[in-house]
């Protein structure tokens, strides 16, 4: 208990004090994790709401693949994504690996079915003939999609919280393809794996305290914005 104590004491000393390399190590969190959220929302929902709107032959199949990848281990993640970036790997010209960059890569892969297997739940949860009476208003195809997507927004929110969630928490990835480099692809995560294999147990639940903090912030807006969208 004496650990914890001296732990959330550390994070409260950090945080008042706005040390400069804390800070960083935080900003740079939700710097990656936010750009991966948007990119696998981009993806995962116009995707997803294809899928979902779409019959096609082995449409159960690829639901199910789907439905696989929201479970999908950070550290297969991690290494397929350095397999691509190595220096002799199909996309090592790049040079991207240990860089925030291949973060942002790793955890778009992480977060993608997720919001994908999300989306794709709540298209199909809609009432069957809802497309059909949009249509019939004189909507066009686009029009449609669009307000299907808008009568769906609530999981979706949801959807955006469980993305960011497994993305700004996952830590295997991250060590594998940003090498945890002090200043440059160092995150909470990563830091606190480190803080912790050191025996820096203060320092270590510090940061644990600053990632909780951060998360909670995150999904209280997030929530927030869902609750006031919901019907009354």
Do not use: H
């Not at 991966?36 to 449409?59: C, D, Q, R, Y």
């Not at 393809?177 to 820096?200: D, I, K, P, S």
């Amino acid at each position: 208990m004496d650990v914890i104590l001296e732990g959330i004491l550390k994070a409260a000393q950090l945080l008042a004090s706005l040390d400069s390399e804390v800070l960083g190590i935080a900003l740079l969190s939700l710097k990656v994790s936010g750009l991966a959220t948007l990119f696998s929302l981009v993806i995962g929902i116009s995707v997803g709401t294809l899928v979902a709107l779409t019959s096609f032959p082995g449409k159960k199949i690829l639901v199910s693949v789907v439905n696989t990848g929201m479970g999908l281990p950070p550290v297969v993640v991690g290494l397929f994504v350095s397999i691509m970036l190595w220096r002799n790997g199909p996309l090592g010209y790049l040079e991207l690996l240990y860089t925030p960059t291949a973060i942002v890569i790793a955890q778009t892969v992480i977060a993608t079915p997720i919001v994908m297997g999300i989306t794709i739940g709540a298209m199909q949860n809609l009432p069957a003939n809802l497309r059909l009476q949009i249509l019939a208003l004189g909507a066009t195809r686009t029009q449609m999609v669009r307000m299907l997507i808008r009568e769906a927004r609530l999981p979706l929110m949801a959807g955006v919280m469980a993305g960011f969630g497994g993305v700004i928490s996952e830590v295997g990835a991250s060590i594998m393809v940003g090498g945890n480099v002090r200043g440059y692809t160092r995150v909470l995560t990563t830091a606190t794996v480190m803080e912790t294999g050191r025996g820096n147990f203060d320092i270590a639940i510090a940061l644990s305290v600053i990632l909780l903090l951060f998360c909670f912030a995150v999904n209280y807006i997030l929530t927030y914005i869902q609750q006031r969208e919901r019907p009354r």
